[in-house]
């Protein structure tokens, strides 16, 4: 919706560039857990899905169209670093006697509850701020970006990997 408003032309095949993205990094996850390790991929899963909402908040159909490929491409990081790395984690840390459990909590808070409570808030917001031609886009994209800016210091702050899985 939100390209077709800008009237970005081929909006869809443009956001295919999104799963390219993902599919490249999910081949480099490996590297980036050897080097970075599990707390700074999640930060920086959460410091791509701020920076994304803020290219998507000030970039255009015209010159700042490289803003839009741009956040679109940070899919790739944005799910593999926050999601994949999320997942991991959890079967990881979890132990073989409630892995599959600890899974399927991680799922219902993420892609369940989680997306639930966002997509519901997404639509408020933007049903706050349609205009007479569409939506002020930058407005409503500026939400979810200070929003994962917050939920971002917040992991920083208390967050702690201790690196010892659970022995199950």
Same mark, same amino acid.
């Given at each position: ?18 799963? +390219?993205?993902?599919? $490249? ?9 050897? *080097? ?15 920076? *994304? ?30 999601? $994949? ?6 079967? *990881?840390?979890?132990?073989?006697? #409630? ?17 639930? +409570? ?6 408020? +917001? ?16 500026? +939400?979810?970006?200070?929003?994962? $800016? ?5 992991? #920083? ?12």
């Amino acid at each position: 919706m939100y390209l077709n408003e800008l009237k970005v032309s081929g909006a869809a095949a443009k956001m295919s560039l999104g799963q +390219i993205s993902e599919t $490249v990094f999910m081949f480099l996850m490996p590297l980036f857990f050897m *080097r970075l390790g599990v707390k700074k991929m999640l930060i920086f899963g959460m410091a791509a899905w701020a920076i *994304r909402y803020l290219l998507f908040g000030f970039g255009d159909a015209g010159s700042g169209m490289w803003m839009l490929y741009l956040g679109i491409i940070l899919h790739g990081i944005c799910y593999d670093f926050f999601f $994949v790395t999320g997942q991991i984690y959890t079967d *990881r840390i979890a132990g073989e006697k #409630i892995r599959s459990s600890a899974q399927g909590m991680i799922t219902l808070a993420t892609y369940g509850l989680g997306m639930l +409570i966002g997509f519901w808030f997404a639509g408020y +917001i933007a049903d706050n701020y349609k205009t007479a031609d569409g939506h002020a886009w930058k407005n409503i994209w500026l +939400i979810p970006a200070a929003v994962a $800016v917050g939920v971002m210091l917040l992991f #920083i702050i208390f967050f702690k990997d201790d690196k010892k899985p659970v022995k199950g």
